[in-house]
Every structure is written in structure tokens, then in C-alpha cells.
């Protein structure tokens, strides 16, 4: 059975799921649809249009899905949509989006979202990703499944990181991040691939390998970027795991991290 504290505030027009535990002083809005098994905590608050799936946590004085952060944004009725098993940490704070962007901030499944963490308005998360504390993502960024962002570190709005890309403490991205790639530095510059990340996932020796040989093709042959993505594509026939680095660069739009 949901297990409500008196003294929280919820609207006639939010829907809870008959298992949804709310703290004390938590307040839940108009237009908000939370999952199975959620846990919402003292003094959080979530604002709609909001949907969270099942199994989400939000922790004390955290904010969802509240007004994005735009001056253009007149009151428009945009959202922000959570998938499941999602970890919200105190003064987390995850806006709706816009309607001149997508109409909707995403949040995927199995991601963890540390104190004072913010995704601004139109950003796109995918899944099991780690924002550390103080992480600042602009609006309209995309972040591929299993990105770590270390602690106060940034994004500039627009901005992609691939999947499996691990940034370094204190960083600007200020440019496109390829999947599998470390980046660190003001601004943000390449260093290595996240090799002790792709183990810990259980990608084999050959594949870290081949991928290693890939950032050396993109990273370090001198070679003209159309001649390098030509050799990549080569290299991403007959290895599948190269195929989603490639496919990444064709589709950056703040050129990429040099």
C-alpha cells in the first residue's frame, strides 16, 4: 500500500501508483505520473507535465521537472519524462524542455544522479550514466548509456557524449565527445579511451583493443578527418563495437573534442 505522510502536498491531478511512498513536506504537482515502488523523499519536489517510471528514487530537496531555465519560455506545457530504477540525489534539479527545442526532457533507466547535479532543459540521458556531484549539463545535451561525468564538471549546451566516454573532474565540454573516449581539461581535450571502464562491462581484450586503434586512427595519424572517418569505416565492418564510434562522428554538431 502507498505509504503517504500526512504533511505532504500532492495535487487531485498527479497519479501515484498504489505503492508510491511520499516523505514529510514533499510536494507533488499538477500533471505527474509516478511508477510502481518509487520513493519520493522529504522536501522533494516534482512539478508535471512529469512521468516517472517504476523504482525511482528522489532524495530530499531535489526538483523535477520545473520550468526550464530559458528566457524565450512563455509557459508552454512541456515535459519531462523518467524511465526506471533512476537515483535522484539531494538538490538534484532536472528541468522540462522548450518548445523552440524538443518539447521534452529525457531521462533513461538505471542512472545515478548525484548531489547538486543539474540536466537543463532538452536534454536527452541515456541509461546506467553517472553524474558525480556538482555535474552541470546545459540544455539540449545528449548523453550516451554508461557516461561518467566526474565531479564539477560541464557541458555546453548542444553538446554530445558518446557512449561508454568517461569525463575527467573539473571539465568544460565545449566540443563533441566520441563514445569510449576519456576527455579532460579546460576545454575538455582527449587523452585516452575509458579502457578500466570497458572492462568493467565485459568487453574482451580484442574489442578494447580494436578501439584503442580506432581513437589512434582518429586521435593520432594526422590525418585529415574525411580520410580518417573513411579508414573507421573500414575498421567498423568487421569489428561491430567500432560502429556506434563511427556513426558518432557523422552525426556531431559541435565538431569534436581535438
Same mark, same amino acid.
Given at each position: 500500500?502507498?505509504?503517504?505522510?500526512?504533511?505532504?502536498?500532492?495535487?487531485?491531478?498527479?497519479? #501515484?501508483?498504489?505503492?508510491?511512498?511520499?516523505?514529510?513536506?514533499?510536494?507533488?504537482?499538477?500533471?505527474?505520473?509516478?511508477?510502481?515502488?518509487?520513493?519520493?523523499?522529504?522536501?522533494?519536489?516534482?512539478?508535471?507535465? =512529469? !512521468?516517472?517510471?517504476?523504482?525511482?528514487?528522489?532524495?530530499?530537496?531535489? !526538483?523535477?521537472?520545473?520550468?526550464?531555465?530559458?528566457?524565450?519560455?512563455?509557459?508552454?506545457?512541456?515535459?519531462?519524462?523518467?524511465?526506471?530504477?533512476?537515483?535522484? @540525489?539531494?538538490?538534484?534539479?532536472?528541468?522540462?524542455? =522548450?518548445?523552440?527545442?524538443?518539447?521534452?526532457? @529525457?531521462?533513461?533507466?538505471?542512472?545515478?544522479?548525484?548531489?547538486?547535479?543539474?540536466?537543463?532543459?532538452?536534454?536527452? #540521458?541515456?541509461?546506467?550514466?553517472?553524474? %558525480?556531484?556538482?555535474?552541470?549539463?546545459?540544455?539540449?545535451?545528449?548523453?550516451?548509456?554508461?557516461?561518467?561525468? %566526474?565531479?564539477?564538471?560541464?557541458?555546453? &549546451?548542444? !553538446?554530445?557524449?558518446?557512449?561508454?566516454?568517461?569525463?575527467?573532474?573539473? =571539465?568544460?565540454?565545449?566540443?563533441?565527445?566520441?563514445?569510449?573516449? #576519456?576527455?579532460?581539461?579546460?576545454?575538455?581535450?582527449? +587523452? !585516452?579511451?575509458? %579502457?578500466?571502464?570497458?572492462?568493467?562491462?565485459?568487453?574482451?581484450?580484442? &574489442?578494447? +583493443?580494436?578501439?584503442?586503434?580506432?581513437?589512434?586512427?582518429?586521435? +593520432?595519424?594526422?590525418?585529415?578527418?574525411?580520410?580518417?572517418?573513411?579508414?573507421?569505416?573500414?575498421?567498423?565492418?568487421?569489428?561491430?563495437?567500432?560502429?556506434?564510434?563511427?556513426?558518432?562522428?557523422?552525426?556531431?554538431? @559541435? %565538431?569534436?573534442?581535438?
Amino acid at each position: 500500500m502507498a505509504r503517504i505522510d500526512p504533511r505532504a502536498v500532492i495535487s487531485p491531478k498527479a497519479q #501515484l501508483a498504489d505503492d508510491v511512498e511520499v516523505g514529510a513536506f514533499a510536494v507533488i504537482g499538477d500533471n505527474v505520473v509516478i511508477g510502481p515502488r518509487c520513493w519520493i523523499g522529504p522536501h522533494a519536489v516534482i512539478n508535471g507535465p =512529469t !512521468s516517472l517510471g517504476a523504482d525511482n528514487r528522489v532524495f530530499q530537496f531535489a !526538483s523535477l521537472g520545473d520550468a526550464p531555465q530559458d528566457k524565450k519560455y512563455k509557459g508552454e506545457p512541456t515535459r519531462l519524462e523518467i524511465g526506471d530504477r533512476n537515483i535522484f @540525489r539531494e538538490y538534484c534539479t532536472v528541468n522540462r524542455g =522548450t518548445v523552440t527545442g524538443n518539447g521534452v526532457t @529525457r531521462v533513461g533507466d538505471d542512472n545515478m544522479l548525484l548531489a547538486y547535479t543539474h540536466v537543463g532543459h532538452d536534454c536527452t #540521458l541515456g541509461n546506467k550514466i553517472v553524474l %558525480s556531484n556538482l555535474v552541470m549539463l546545459g540544455g539540449h545535451v545528449e548523453l550516451g548509456d554508461w557516461v561518467i561525468m %566526474s565531479g564539477y564538471a560541464g557541458a555546453h &549546451q548542444f !553538446s554530445k557524449i558518446g557512449a561508454h566516454a568517461f569525463i575527467g573532474n573539473n =571539465t568544460a565540454v565545449t566540443r563533441d565527445v566520441p563514445p569510449y573516449v #576519456l576527455a579532460a581539461g579546460h576545454p575538455a581535450e582527449p +587523452r !585516452s579511451i575509458n %579502457s578500466e571502464g570497458l572492462k568493467r562491462r565485459g568487453f574482451t581484450t580484442e &574489442q578494447i +583493443r580494436n578501439i584503442k586503434n580506432a581513437y589512434r586512427v582518429l586521435y +593520432r595519424s594526422d590525418l585529415k578527418l574525411e580520410d580518417a572517418v573513411e579508414k573507421l569505416q573500414a575498421m567498423a565492418a568487421e569489428h561491430e563495437e567500432l560502429r556506434i564510434f563511427v556513426d558518432f562522428i557523422g552525426k556531431a554538431t @559541435r %565538431s569534436l573534442v581535438r
